[in-house]
């Protein structure tokens, strides 16, 4: 199938919402990563308001860790987003594969996350959908994060935590607690990523998750406890920066442009080898 000059043929990867297909720009042979995604899935006032919006935000994010955004073609029914193509897999199915582990090898991707998402926090943009899932690596081992914005536009319902549920999150272990107990208040985006971020390092550092629960009802009791185990092997710096990331007070929470002063953070920390 043809769309604008680009050739689309096998599908890369499958989303909540999008399906991903790999798509050769016919005029120069460049390969892109194109997001399809039903317009009906889509609140029309939220296609015609915030969709171009967070599409207009994308376009102007340019950072080695978030996948750049080339262009955006519509049809009627559809809306093509033509992303950088990368590569290298999921973040866990990749370090699966090299057989990467240890504190180390977790900062080094925790670091490139951090950046990518500061940066973003820094132009008032928020990712609101972080999970293993959202974090590709390219062929050089670079981490670049994906599905920006999407979550914020997606057909919505009153309840906040079914929504998350059953739409944006496929699973709600990496959403903050204000947003699965929201009543339909307001929550601070820039928090909301420090959570998530939170719960992934945890998983790249401990392998399994820090609150489970066969539904959301006791997820929800999982987080109210928030009772972490924290295994002896991990240092003491580690463990204090999860303890900051994973604090259920938002207002308390670390952001994440103070995670960059960390000391577990700045071990081997190149600032700036991640702008443009
Ligand atoms: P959704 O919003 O529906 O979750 P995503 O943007 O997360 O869709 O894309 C779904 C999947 O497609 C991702 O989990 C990933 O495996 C793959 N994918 C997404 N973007 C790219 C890309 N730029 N390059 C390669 N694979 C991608
Ligand atoms: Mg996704």
Redesign the pocket.
Known sequence: MKVGRYQLTTTIGQ??F?RVKLGIDTTTGKEYAVKIMNKHDIVERELTTNVRREIGIMKQLNHRNIVGLHEVLSSTRKIYMVMDLVSGGELFTHMEKTGEGGEEACRKYFQQMVDGLDYCHRRGVCHR?L?P??LLINESDVLKI??FG?SAVVRSSADGAMQMLHTACGTPYYCAPEILTSRGEGYDGIKIDSWSAGVILYRLLVGSLPFKGQSLAQLIVALEKNDVHYPSTLSPAAVDLLRNLLERDAQYRISLHDVKKHPWFVVKYEENKAYF
């Open positions: 989303g909540t999008g959908d999970k899932e959202n994906t599905d999407v």
